[in-house]
């Protein structure tokens, strides 16, 4: 059974930083690329960021570049977002997912695992 779980949101001020983390367990994860999106309310679920299965290559959206950073660490079977300079505007329950395909993909319905989410809050 596969199992994605994000940790690491909450409530921070307008300029702070937060480090997401999503922990992986039922699938081989160096074989999958990484994703991070997030949903804010009343809006669809959005691409922030991927990894490549090898943490060698990584794209982010342009709300995303400059401020993010994914990561992971295949002997931990973790995949994280750093971010950094947040705005009210990023706030959104925030979603990993894993990709089984070759290539990059950006598409919510492109990714074949998801997590629960966690809950990011911007104050401004």
């Known amino acids: 059974q596969v199992q994605l779980v994000e940790s690491g949101g909450g409530l921070v001020q307008a300029g702070g930083s937060l480090r997401l983390s999503c922990a992986a367990s039922?699938?081989?994860?160096?074989?999958?690329?990484m994703g991070w999106f997030r949903q804010a309310p009343g809006k669809e679920r959005e691409f922030v960021a991927t990894?490549?299965?090898?943490?060698?290559?990584?794209y982010s959206a342009d709300s995303a570049k400059g401020r993010f950073i994914i990561s992971r660490d295949n002997g931990k079977n973790t995949v994280y977002l750093q971010m950094n300079s947040l705005k009210p505007e990023d706030t959104a329950v925030y979603y990993c997912?894993?990709?089984?395909?070759?290539?990059?993909?950006?598409?919510?319905?492109?990714?074949?695992?998801w997590g629960q989410g966690t809950q990011v809050t911007v104050s401004s």
């Open positions: 997912a894993g990709d089984r395909a070759v290539g990059f993909r950006t598409a919510v319905n492109a990714y074949d695992y």
């Open positions: 039922g699938l081989t994860f160096s074989l999958y690329n």
């Open positions: 990894i490549r299965w090898s943490g060698t290559t990584t």
